[in-house]
């Protein structure tokens, strides 16, 4: 982030400031095409913020490049094969092979293997393993065995699904987020996967930590993309265990506050609630309140030098960061590129 | 095999002798009951006879119990997958779940994970793994992976398919079959699975190994199954790459040589031609005539002492062996319970 001396502004002064231009304009008014966008992403809130902000790009910037540094401590070992729920979100929602009813997952999906396995006693079987699915996860375990590393696997499965992204895994180190949760009877760490697919993150985090985080690596480029971008965009991923598990990983936290370029996130709350998941309840073991002023505080002028929020949290201010509003729901690929939008004019704002 | 010192009969005059008494009421009459029957087998066609073996068993002796030796020469690891074709026959056709249009793979398949390994360009494509058929070779390679053997692997396997027989790997250690080809530019070496499979067998085999074979171990149970068995049987698999490659992991043979049990043989040679598979071309790559009496002689009286070939092969001697005929085309479950029946009584005959 750019050394920013503003002091928080009011909304609605901020709305006005940049009313009438839109980021394309503002872009090629500053000689700004082509820029290098880095944007860190957790799952569906991610992906699907990513899908606007191409669809912004494909009007405002066509040359413009987009590096995705992914959340891996959501990645889980089933039935033997590596599944990396949040990066295969991205890929597929990027590359058209979502299933959108849910968000997650191929379209079209059977459970022929599920079924099977089912069959068979097997467990576990929250995870929900569709066939097609079940390609990606085979190809990937046996790339990674044949000594592959994560970031290489993903950028192979990517030739073919062609994202028009490049995906980064934040880190190729295996860093798993576990919860300490209390089921009445006893205190256990699950996985992040079981607490959140299995509980419903109904039973309460006592803890979240990202295992192995302390130890990892960024994956190669993840640092230089970041203190090379022109902008980067936190989407409105989870702050807990999407976000704060790419945080988490020793050098990327770094980056973003060495770099020079502005830093911008899009609140996941609007009016006290998660817009999707249940970052509620991530949010709440960390001890941070939901709403979108707090998640602001969170990242803090540290990280993050501008922070949009929707109309209904205009009032909210943080400390040494520029917030606007902007409707966020994502409804469509329209209304999410208009976020997109807002973003990138409030990345180019902080940066004047 | 007990120490036979009959000189090969003419077939008619076997078929007379054993005329009217089958197995059952020779079992009952010699107080025959609760038979230890081991089998070696390979797939499809040991599978099939495997199967008349258990119907002739069910109205003559209920109480008998029938362990399989299976072929693992031909496993293969496709997409990271331990895949064992030859077990997995014997387990879905005795359990049920087989293709029967085919005779291999598990019914009512879909193919859902082959198309997107296809649409990610990923091979080899030649061999067809169904989605069901996944579900188990996920399992195996997780259970393996573990530290179990590929024995315990099976017997966890066998718990959902209840296939009524023990089923035991040949060998916990890796045999492959590989075959020497010359595809005209050069001479190499392929996994059998690619000659079978992929070339069907269409290129001549110049040397047939079973790769591992020399230093693996006979799995838990196998040679104890053979030395304390009251009968042993050769179903008609392929003499060269299913039985041929169970006889050369060491130890096995010998107890072969060793049991006082009557080892027969049912030929899978009718006429000059392999009743299912291309086992022709394997007789050839070892310069073994296509033929009853030749594969007959292949296993001679070392091994066997009874034969049983087709009617059309009546004529067939074989050294030290008793041959004896019946229609041997296993046409319906009928007609392969009654080849058993012709095969358990050549086995009461020669231990006469």
């Given amino acids: 982030m750019p050394d920013v001396n503003d002091e928080p502004l009011a909304a609605n002064e ?15 008014k500053a000689g700004l095409s082509g820029r290098r966008i880095v944007a ?14 191409l669809a912004a790009l494909r009007e405002d910037d066509p040359a413009a490049t987009v590096t995705v540094i992914g959340n891996t401590g959501d990645d889980i070992s089933l039935f033997g094969l590596r599944v990396c729920p949040d990066l295969d979100t991205v890929m597929y929602t990027l590359g058209g092979g979502i299933e959108e009813s849910q ?17 068979y006693g097997a467990g576990p079987m929250w995870f929900g393993l569709g066939d097609r699915d079940i390609a990606t996860h085979l190809l990937r375990t ?10 290489q696997v993903t950028a192979r499965l990517c030739e073919r699904w062609q994202p028009g992204v490049r995906l980064l895994p934040m880190s190729d180190d295996r860093v798993e987020t576990h919860v300490l949760i209390d089921d009445g009877t006893s205190r256990r760490l699950v996985h992040f996967q079981e607490w959140w697919v299995r509980l419903h993150a109904a ?16 994956g190669p480029d993840v640092v230089d993309a970041i ?7 936190l989407p409105p991923s989870n702050p807990v265990v999407s976000i704060g598990t790419i945080l988490a990983v020793p050098g990327i936290r770094e980056a973003l506050r060495s770099t020079t370029a502005p830093v911008v996130g899009v609140s996941p709350i609007i009016g006290g609630a998660p817009v999707r998941g249940m970052a509620d309840a991530c949010l709440t073991a960390i001890g941070v309140e939901t709403s979108a002023a707090a998640v602001g505080a969170l990242y803090g002028p540290e990280l993050i030098d501008g922070w949009l929020v929707d109309d209904v949290d205009a009032a909210s201010g943080v400390d040494g960061v520029v917030v606007r509003s902007h409707p966020l729901f994502m409804t469509d690929i329209d209304a999410t590129a208009a976020i997109a939008h807002a973003a990138l004019d409030l990345a180019d704002f902080v940066t004047l």
């Fill in 103 to 119: 968000g997650w997952g191929r379209s079209a999906e059977s459970f022929a293997v599920k079924d099977e396995l089912l069959a």
């Fill in 227 to 233: 203190l090379n971008a022109d902008v980067v965009v």
């Fill in 40 to 53: 860190l992403a957790g799952g569906i809130g991610g992906a699907r913020f990513l899908r606007g902000l």
């Fill in 14 to 28: 901020i709305s006005t400031r940049s009313a009438g231009q839109s980021a394309g304009q503002r872009a090629a």
């Fill in 142 to 151: 046996q790339w990674l065995k044949e000594g592959l590393t994560l970031s």
């Fill in 203 to 218: 039973v309460p985090a006592i803890e979240i930590t990202a295992v192995g985080a302390d130890e990892a690596n960024p």
